[in-house]
Nanobody, 116 residues
Framework: EVQLVESGGGLVQPGGSLRLNCAGF????????MSWVRQAPGKGLEWVSG????????QYVDSVKGRFTISRDNAKNTLYLQMNSLKTEDTAVYYC?????????RGQGTQVTVSS
């Protein structure tokens, strides 16, 4: 069974940092590009970042460029999102998704709340 499991979310003050993790199970992780998407309260899904299967190519939505870094460890079947200089508008449920563009194969999500 294909499964993606996110972790690492939480409550952080503006300007703080968090690292999200996504573990993949049930498929050959290294074969797939991967994405992070998010859904803020009352809004639709927004693509945040993508990374190629080997990790050599990455891309970000303009609103997070210079603050977020996507990476992966194919030996550990794990995707990461390092989030620095967090803003209140980054508050959302964050999902990892298989594929770039992201497919409908997603995890259950992890809540990130940025608030003072």
């Amino acid at each position: 069974e294909v499964q993606l499991v996110e972790s690492g979310g939480g409550l952080v003050q503006p300007g703080g940092s968090l690292r999200l993790n996504c573990a993949g199970f049930g498929f050959t992780f290294s074969w797939y590009a991967m994405s992070w998407v998010r859904q803020a309260p009352g809004k639709g899904l927004e693509w945040v970042s993508g990374i190629s299967s080997a990790g050599g190519t990455t891309q970000y939505v303009d609103s997070v460029k210079g603050r977020f870094t996507i990476s992966r460890d194919n030996a550990k079947n794990t995707l990461y999102l390092q989030m620095n200089s967090l803003k209140t508008e980054d508050t959302a449920v964050y999902y990892c998704a298989r594929g770039w563009p992201p497919s409908t194969v997603r995890g259950q999500g992890t809540q990130v709340t940025v608030s003072s």
